[in-house]
């Protein structure tokens, strides 16, 4: 087996490790049909680049590259920040389930979704792909597509019902496409899912063209109630949206039509299996920093020759992590890629992976240690171990405290954005949570200092003699997932530290930092956290 073909086996190793989570090197080495001694070298070059990472008891698991190299395929398509504030309006006015699809020559591509505040679409996730002929987004895409995509679409009809409402027929898609042209958005109903609706809107550039379709999606009976309502929220979301996409679209047209460089066959292939992995994963880094970029391009930002570039290329859309943008044009990030980072995600357990880290500060210093996520205006405690000299019984497992009380509390609530200070402030005075006790801007001025200092110290402000530290611990978006916090007594939790013996509120960082890589934090260059 030469190299190119063990780089598609590091591929199918991946895609496991997608498939079923943490396996160890004996089961992987079944899983693909590989000598254990060849997977063992693919795993370490794969955990080079960190697409793979140890999980412990001799196990690995996906790693945070591809979290990067997921976010860089969506980064190809439009502006992903201008994108999620768009998509988290929308769920905002409508508290449902929505999703962003571009075109794809397979059908609609999923990109990226946001959550629903009732359920969760699991179908209608990143690297999802949805069939020309069923689906709202996939309508409101066909239905501004140029005639020529369209007449190719109906001469393919009939098709195979996914759900009992699947058009299948080539005048039942014509219908459906006018009825959209007329209102403005496309209607699903049981078309993809049984028992779940949706309504889409395309996205369209100032000459005409669909760049893709912004949706929003749940159980029928709440989204056709709401159908007329979510269709002019979408169409307001889309016109900001098109003005995101402006910039990603210049890029691609730039670089459409570009040449690739040709193959050359006489090249001698020399490099062994892992450090052709690793160069792999230099080419992955590089477009993900590109966004797109054409194989001359790769060439000359990861040194390698041009055929090696080129072989490493087509194996890699072999596998679907990168996909070429036309016949020898330029290349971006596969889809595939969107499928991996949501899998990752999928299966990230802050709470499990807190544990040792947890118990690690306990065992340094004796004080109880907490974990804590947001939940509404509160913070809820859902990882927890006990000190052994004192315990405050104001946060056990499972209860909760407003978010501008006790440091983990404050900690989720200092490194949200200014807008979400407001908007708590709102909600919590009008609950109690911030009443009498400390006005506005004396909260506002407290969330300000914490944020400077990058942790927070509370001293006597909920349990007489007990201090607690907290900090945030961020995800790969970085956004604050949850918070690290240990409390005891003030003495020992405000002592100052020694080369020997970390004070408290270095271990408290040093865990959140340890944390946030897990989740696939990468701190910014000016280290602001």
């Not at 028992?195 to 005409?208: F, I, L, N, T």
């Not at 920093?289 to 391009?297: D, F, L, V």
């Not at 299966?347 to 804590?372: M, N, W, Y």
Request: proline residues 4%.
């Amino acid at each position: 087996m030469n190299t190119i073909q063990l780089l598609g086996k590091a591929g199918q190793i991946v895609d496991e490790l997608a498939r079923l989570g943490p396996l160890s090197a004996a089961e992987l080495a079944k899983a693909v049909s590989e000598p254990r001694p060849s997977v063992y070298r693919i795993v370490a070059a794969l955990e080079q680049i960190g697409v793979a990472r140890p999980a412990g008891d001799g196990r690995v698991e996906l790693g945070t590259a591809l979290l990067r190299w997921g976010d860089a395929a969506i980064e190809s398509y439009v502006n992903r920040q201008g994108l999620r504030k768009q998509m988290r309006w929308v769920r905002e006015q409508l508290g449902m389930h929505v999703y962003f699809c571009v075109p794809h020559r397979n059908g609609a591509l999923c990109l990226d979704h946001v959550d629903g505040t009732a359920v969760d679409m699991l179908g209608l996730c990143p690297g999802r792909m949805l069939p020309c002929h069923a689906g709202a987004a996939s309508t409101a895409l066909m239905a501004f597509a140029s005639s020529e995509a369209q007449h190719e679409l109906l001469a393919a009809a009939p098709f195979e019902p996914i759900a009992s409402n699947t058009p299948t027929t080539a005048e039942a898609l014509r219908i459906k496409f006018d009825q959209t042209v007329a209102r403005g958005w496309s209607v699903d109903d049981s078309e993809v899912v049984e028992g779940v609706a949706a309504v889409a809107v395309p996205v369209r550039r100032a000459d005409g063209g669909t760049m893709g379709a912004i949706s929003v999606a749940g159980l029928r009976a709440s989204v056709l109630q709401q159908e007329t309502a979510a269709g002019q929220v979408l169409q307001v979301a889309a016109e900001r949206i098109a003005d995101a996409m402006d910039a990603a679209k210049a890029a691609t047209g730039l670089m459409d039509g570009v040449q690739a460089p040709g193959h050359n066959d006489s090249e001698p292939e020399a490099t062994r299996a892992p450090s052709l992995v690793v160069k792999a994963g230099a080419l992955m880094e590089a477009l993900a920093q590109e966004r797109i970029a054409t194989s001359a391009r790769l060439t000359e930002l990861i040194n390698e020759p041009a055929s090696s570039v080129y072989r490493m290329l087509a194996t890699l859309a072999d596998i679907g992590w990168v996909e070429q943008m036309g016949h020898r044009g330029a290349y971006r990030i596969g889809g595939k890629l969107l499928s991996l980072s949501n899998e990752l995600i999928r299966r990230l357990d802050i709470r499990r992976a807190s544990l040792p880290v947890l118990k690690r500060i306990h065992d340094a210093t004796g004080e109880t240690t907490f974990l804590c996520v947001r939940h509404g205006t509160r913070a809820v405690c859902i990882e927890r171990i006990d000190g052994v000299r004192v315990n405050s019984r104001v946060l056990r497992l499972g209860r909760s405290l407003p978010l501008h009380v006790g440091a983990a509390p404050r900690a989720l609530l200092a490194f949200e954005d200014r807008e979400g200070w407001e908007e708590y402030a709102s909600i919590a005075s009008q609950t109690g949570d911030v009443g009498h006790d400390i006005s506005r801007s004396a909260l506002f001025a407290d969330l300000e200092e914490i944020r400077d200092a990058g942790f927070v110290i509370s001293d006597n402000t909920v349990t007489p003699g007990i201090a607690a530290v907290g900090a945030p611990i961020f995800d790969h978006f970085g956004e604050v997932a949850a918070s690290l916090s240990v409390s005891g007594l003030r003495e020992g939790i405000l002592a100052t530290g020694t080369v020997d013996a970390p004070s408290v509120t270095d271990l408290v960082r040093d865990g959140a930092r340890e944390l946030s890589s897990y989740l696939g934090f990468v701190p910014t260059p000016a280290g602001i956290r």
